[in-house]
């Protein structure tokens, strides 16, 4: 009941019916990630989803998922001790998923840790290969650090790098490397 309430974008109802099937088994971790996600990503219900990322971190404490919707849902919410307290956690895995490292990188970017945020980058590129995420990312952050030569290094290779560029995107590269060229 719950997945064909999703199919049909009633995230409401179906959160309400996994949340009855999670009752009956509080150990299904799946389930629990699952509530998590959708009150994270569809509900946008922080707190709700902190809680069921918590509940599965009781049972298991280096569950990626789970480590990564608290970060978010923390994060979220402002607080930002326990957001860096599950990034962290969530990166120091022996292999770090992409999602993870991008969005600690886009936390830290956030926070004016433009280092913290290029390593995060950097460590994405080499364990999962370049992304166009992470490429515009990094280009931007040196920007804001103020290495314009490596931004504008960063925005050519984007632009020679066979990812389908947004036009809008594709529009402000192409601009901004002619701008910066000239300076």
């Not at 996600?37 to 902190?50: D, E, G, I, P, T």
């Not at 931007?140 to 995107?169: C, H, V, W």
């Amino acid at each position: 009941q719950g997945r064909d309430s999703e199919k049909r974008d009633d995230f409401e109802t179906a959160s309400k019916f996994y949340e009855k099937a999670f009752d009956k088994w509080p150990s299904n971790t799946r389930l629990a990630n699952k509530l998590s996600s959708l009150y994270l990503v569809k509900l946008r219900q922080n707190a709700k989803a902190l809680y069921f990322s918590n509940r599965v971190l009781q049972i298991e404490k280096n569950n990626e998922t789970a480590l990564l919707n608290a970060a978010i849902a923390s994060a979220n919410m402002q607080d930002i001790q326990q957001a860096e307290l599950h990034f962290k956690q969530a990166a120091q895995t022996s292999r770090p998923s992409k999602e993870v490292l991008l969005s600690y990188a886009a936390f830290n970017e956030e926070r004016q840790k433009y280092n913290e945020a290029i390593g995060l980058l950097e460590k994405s590129d080499t364990l999962h290969g370049a992304c166009l995420d992470s490429m515009v990312a990094s280009a931007r952050i040196y920007d804001k650090m103020g290495k314009y030569n490596k931004a504008t290094e960063r925005y050519q290779t984007i632009l020679t790098s066979g990812f389908r560029i947004p036009p809008d995107l594709s529009k402000y590269i192409s601009g901004r490397v002619t701008h910066k060229s000239s300076l």
